[in-house]
C-alpha cells in the first residue's frame, strides 16, 4: 500500500500489528478515527496508554486490577471461601457475565502443558495453595479448558490440596471437547457452574 | 460482560466503537495489549493520537497531507496537468498500489446522491474547478464508484468543465481479470460489450 501521509501510514503499520488486524482493516479503522473528533481520538490513544500503563494484577487472585486487589476479591459481599480456579482473565470476564458465581476467582495463567513448556512453577498454583492454607478456604471449582492439560492441571493441583479438607469440584462438561470458554454462550456457562460435579466422580465418569 | 477493572473496561469500550469490532474482539485486542511492553502500547496510543491531531488535508486536492500540500501533488515528477477525480482517499491509495498513474489526484469527499443530502455543494467540486481554470489541466479522469450517484456526479462535473476544451475520461467498467463472464452483472457485460475494444489496443495496453 501506498501512502501519501507518513502520519496515516504510521497509524495504519500500528493497527495491522494488532492480532486478526490485517492492513486494509487497519487502513479502515484509521480512517474511521480521522473522521471523529480530534479530542475523542485523543481520548481513545489516552485510555490505551491508560489501561496498560497504570493496570495491576491483583496481589491476591492475579486478576486484573485497578489497585493492589482486584474489585471481586475486595468485595465483602463475595464468598471469599469459595475459589473459583480460571486460565485466564477472558475466563473472568466470561464467567462474570453469567451473574451465577458470588465466591472469588484465581487466576492460574494457563494450563500444565508439557510441550508447550509450562509446568506447575510458571502457573499461579503456589498462590492458591497459600490461599487455601491461610484463609478459610471451602470449595475450590475448577473451570478450566476441557482438555487433557486443564485435567492435568486439576488433578496436579488437586493431589497438593488432597491433604486440606475441602470440596473441589469442576464446572459440568456441558462444554464441548476441545470448545474454549469464552466462545461458550452465557446459559451453558452458567448451567455448567450450576451443575459442577465432585472431581472423584467426575474422575470416575470419564475414564 | 463484566470487568473487574475499569482501565481494562474503558480501553474495550473504546475499541468497540470501532467499526466492525464487536466486544470480543475489542476484549481480545485489549488483552493482546495488555501482553505487550508498556512503552510499545504507549508508543501505539501517541501514534493514534497524532495522526488524528497533525494529519492536514491537502488544500489542492484535499487527499491526506503531512503538511499544506502532500506528497503526490508536492511531487515535481509528476504529472500536475492530469487530474483523476476519486471519492476518497482509499481510492488514492487503491490507485497508488497499481502503480500505473503518473497524475495528481482530486478527492471529492463522496458522490452526488441527494438521498443521503448530499449535494455538490458538500463536495470538493468547486476547489476542482477552480484547478482546472487556475492549472494548465489538460485531463480529468474520473474514477468514481460506477452507480447511478457516480454517473450523476461525473454528468454535473463535465457540465461545469465543458467550456474549459480539456479530455475528461473515466476509468473503463468491464470484466474483472479473473472474473468470469457467468457471474457478471448485466449492466457490466452490457457495458463491456459496448466498450468494447480493438484486440491491438487491449494487448499493446497490457503487456
Known sequence: MQFS?????????????????????ALRLVLHLLKQ????VQHFGEIISKMRSEIKFCHRCANVADGDICSICANSMRKQEVI????????????????????TYHVLGGV????DGIGPD???????????????????????????????TIFYIQKKIQPH???????????????????ADEMTLARSLQNRLPVESYVANSH
Do not use: H, M, W
Open 5 to 25: 501521509s507518513a502520519l496515516l501510514e504510521n497509524a495504519v503499520n500500528e493497527f495491522a500489528r494488532l492480532p486478526g488486524i490485517g492492513k486494509k482493516t
Open 37 to 40: 473528533e480530534t479530542a475523542d
Open 84 to 103: 473459583c480456579v480460571v486460565e485466564n482473565i477472558r475466563d473472568v470476564i466470561a464467567i462474570e457475565s453469567t451473574q451465577q458465581f458470588n465466591g
Open 112 to 115: 500444565i502443558s508439557p510441550l
Open 122 to 152: 510458571q502457573l499461579k498454583i503456589e498462590s492458591l495453595i497459600n490461599r487455601v492454607q491461610k484463609d478459610q478456604v471451602q470449595e475450590i471449582i475448577f473451570a478450566l479448558s476441557p482438555t487433557i492439560q486443564g485435567d492435568t
Open 165 to 183: 479438607t475441602i470440596r473441589i469440584t469442576t464446572i459440568s462438561r456441558g462444554i464441548a471437547f476441545g470448545g474454549e470458554l469464552e466462545y
